[in-house]
């Protein structure tokens, strides 16, 4: 099949080429957004691939489907980015990689708390300047705290068992309870019971309607004084401006996000020459006790490689009229 892919990234090209020859499909790779601007350059493929920040809006779905696109294939697991009522009454399947490395994310999100809670990003600049002082850097241990899980899915779940690996206490919420993590001592509770017992508390439920600003202001009254907050599964889990207001009055002791609500107009680009507009972010960046990476939690070779075998296996299936294992279903 002929594919246009969108907002690719010299990563993309090297893991998708690598194993391309194995297959039967063309790929065009535009280094563009996909929107309803873009969408016309589409045309004359049969599928496009697109990822997070991808916008599949009603219009461009409308679009892309005019001119001749008849399956869109995501490489990435979450579909926040589409309107899937819009695709399905235009007959257009949705197909996404559900599962490619849940260990690539959650290893990340132990990176951002092991730099926030030894402050080696911090030892890292002042070791370069030839300034060995140890003032100001003093951490504190993971072993025996309790560290919060929100949403024990797949990369929930690899979370869960790096932290019971480093002597934490781990309490869990999710809507579905999991009897593996229930068996490997991970305590399931409310909301609330979560909030107020965690030292350190880990996103990984989806984006939907239900868990938009999931932390906001009341969520924030209720976590322990001084909690850290880690994001790595989307930024409008979070409400940024009351999370702003937290740091600011010290309530809120760290966070450490991969995902920023604003991200779109941020992430995956070099704007080092330029004036950044947004102003949450920027004061974000002024805290000494805030962390962000840009959305590179599932940045490994394995993940890559496996979002790379996943996708084109997914358009083989749609090519062949079988059944898309990885459909993505309207609720
Ligand atoms: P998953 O579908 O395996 O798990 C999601 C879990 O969240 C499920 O157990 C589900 O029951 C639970 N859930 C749903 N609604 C909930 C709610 N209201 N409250 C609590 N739990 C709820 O998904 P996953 O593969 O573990 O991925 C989780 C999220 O991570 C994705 O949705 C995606 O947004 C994000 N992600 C981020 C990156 C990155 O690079 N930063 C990479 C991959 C995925």
Not at 13 to 38: P, V
Not at 97 to 108: K, Q
Not at 197 to 224: E, F, G, R, V, Y
């Amino acid at each position: 099949m002929k594919i246009a892919f969108f907002s690719t990234k010299s990563y993309d090209e090297d893991s998708f080429g690598s194993i391309l020859a194995n297959y039967h499909h063309e790929i065009t790779y535009f280094e563009t957004k996909l929107d309803q601007f873009s969408a016309p350059l589409a045309k004359g493929y049969e599928a496009v691939c697109a990822f997070v920040n991808d916008s599949l809006d009603k219009n461009t779905l409308t679009l892309l489907k005019e001119n001749g696109v008849q399956l869109i294939a995501l490489r990435c697991a979450g579909y926040n980015q589409v309107d899937l009522e819009a695709a399905s009454s235009l007959d257009l399947p949705v197909v996404r990689v559900p599962v490619y490395s849940p260990e690539a994310v959650a290893e990340h999100a132990f990176a951002l708390i092991l730099t926030l809670s030894r402050k080696t990003h911090k030892a890292y600049n002042r070791i370069r300047e030839s300034n060995f002082s140890l003032e100001g850097l003093t951490g504190f241990n993971l072993y025996k705290k309790t560290i919060g899980v929100i949403g024990t899915g797949a990369i929930g779940r690899a979370f869960c068992k790096i932290a019971l690996g480093f002597g934490c206490e781990v309490v869990a919420f999710d809507v579905f309870q999991n009897e593996e993590m229930k068996d490997l001592g991970v305590k399931y509770v409310s909301l609330e019971d979560l909030f107020s017992q965690s030292d350190i508390i880990s996103l990984h439920c989806p984006l939907t309607p239900d868990t938009k600003h999931l932390i906001n202001k009341t969520a924030l009254s209720q976590m322990k004084n001084n909690c850290m907050l880690i994001n790595t599964s989307r930024g409008a889990l979070i409400e940024t401006k009351a999370v702003i207001q937290a740091l600011k009055s010290r309530e809120l002791g760290y966070l450490g996000i991969d995902v920023y609500e604003q991200e779109e107009d941020l992430f995956f680009r070099n704007l080092s020459e330029q004036i950044l507009e947004d102003e949450q972010i920027s004061r974000l960046m002024t805290f000494p006790n805030v962390l962000i990476t840009g959305h590179q939690a599932f940045l490994t070779h394995e993940a890559l490689a496996q979002i790379a075998k996943t996708t084109l296996d997914n358009i083989t299936q749609f090519e062949k009229g079988e059944r898309l294992d990885n459909q993505i279903a309207l609720k």
